[in-house]
């Protein structure tokens, strides 16, 4: 069944350069102090594969992605992140305003029919790959998301309707709110379209007022998207992604101390105790932890403004004393004690809490309980869960985190806007599962472990090797079958 005439009416694709989630624009805050040289690819894939695009959807996409490059940061948008966003700084703002994104120079974009028949109904697999500075590129992988979820549903699967999509999202954030769950918004990159998340979030908001008005403890804390937090007049929420951490390793070419590395440049850049949700999965949680312990050094500097007048600029600037690309970062001596203070903060001490996004999120509250007990914090911390959620787990995860002295927060994602039947016999309609993660930086492959082996992502000689250097341990995980990650059709009736 066709989308209704109101829906093709309504704009299509992304016009905003802040239709983004927010810890892509901070992380292009942190690359553009400490990396603003380093070039980087990243590669798509399809994890739903049987799910093909179209030649026709193939060609709308690509239409959209061109169209990307008349995007720019808005007077009102800019306004509104210097208010808001008060740890972005003004040399970033600067770069921010006069930044455009290039997909002609940046992105290669190639449809591979099973059967090429000439036709727009011909199915066939996508490949995009990005390559460029990273500084340029960062901001492209949610909206090539959206835009590749949203050409598959425009033209392939349209047997769907936006019908009673604001109801669902007000009860589940009722749900939620009356058993005391912090909900976040978290599905700007899988969403069905643009208007399939705005409404997600009409119902949220209404489930929210409802929630006030009742007392509950439970509360909407905001989205991961920038543009519909100003939008709705709620928060943005984010911090970083594994992007981070990968391409620190990269460049640095040292996987034991690429976490800390990566720990030490954030805090450098944003200061202590700000942006503190800290993810711990991309090489595994283990590893991370090791890092997180650590006390924190004066950290290599990296004086700010530079590359600050146009995206690029780096590339042609001197820059010099900037991190380069071919050496590890040092860091200086660690903060002085005077005779009868307290020690240095370690990372763990200064963050806030962590974001669960791989493997078992109940012995992953086992595992940061005993963590912070060894290292003696003793003050309450927050616990992120971000992984595959819905009503039922996070209502089960929040109990157990409470149980075990944590706050917990979920960030809710695909649950939330792309959850749609199909119109024409009310069965499940399944939601791409794609990603479009870092493949190299400076030359050099990136990866993730994760804690989970289904979403180990890069060079599997890469992956190995590096396993083996952390001594990485695979743990198995009912739940962590990325290609069953969301019911079908089929299997939801």
Known sequence: ???????????????????????????????????????VTYSFTNRTPHMRLSREAFEWLRA????????????????????????????????????????????????????DNGSDGDLGQVDIEVRGLWVDT???????????????????????TYDGQVDSARRKGLRLLETGCLVSEFGTRRRRDYHAQELVLKGLQEASTEGRNRAWTGKITGTSNVHFAMKFGIPPIGTVAHEWFMGVAAVTDSYKSATE????????????????????????????????????????????????????????????????????????EYDRVEDGASEPSSYADIFTGTRQDSGDPLEF???????????????????????????????EYRQAAEAAGFQPSFGVGTFFTNDFNRASDGLKSAPLNIVIKL??????????????????????????DVKRELGYHEKAWSDGDESARWKTASAAA
């Open 64 to 115: 959209q992605i061109q169209k990307l490059h008349n995007i720019t940061l808005s007077e009102d948008e800019l306004q509104y992140l210097r208010q808001t966003c008060t740890f972005l700084s003004a040399p970033y703002l600067h770069f921010l305003q006069n930044f455009r994104l290039r997909p002609s120079e940046h992105i290669t974009t190639t449809f591979t029919p099973e059967k």
């Open 439 to 464: 493949s190299s930086a400076d030359g050099k492959p990136a990866i993730k472990i994760s804690d989970n082996l289904g979403k180990n992502t890069g060079d599997s000689s890469v992956v190995a």
């Open 138 to 160: 960062i901001l492209y992988e949610i909206p090539l998301l959206a835009l590749t979820s949203e050409a598959y549903f425009k033209f392939c699967d349209k047997d769907w």
């Open 261 to 332: 590395a990566a720990l030490s440049c954030w805090v450098a850049t944003f200061g202590k105790g700000v942006l503190g949700i800290a993810l711990t999965d991309t090489f595994g949680t283990p590893t991370f932890l090791e890092a997180f312990s650590k006390r924190i050094p004066r950290f290599a500097r990296t004086d700010t403004g530079a590359a600050t007048v146009l995206p690029s600029a780096a590339a042609h600037d001197a820059s010099d004393h900037l991190t380069t690309t071919s050496t590890p970062l040092q860091h200086t």
């Open 365 to 395: 509250i086992k595992v940061m309980r005993r963590f912070y007990d060894d290292v003696g914090i003793k003050q309450k911390k927050t616990i992120v869960f971000s992984d595959s959620l819905n009503v039922e787990r996070c209502i």
């Open 1 to 39: 069944m066709a989308i209704t005439t109101t829906a093709r009416d309504l704009p299509e694709g992304v016009f905003s350069l802040l239709d983004t989630d927010l810890y892509k624009i901070t992380m292009q805050s942190a690359v553009l102090k400490h990396f603003p040289r380093v070039e």
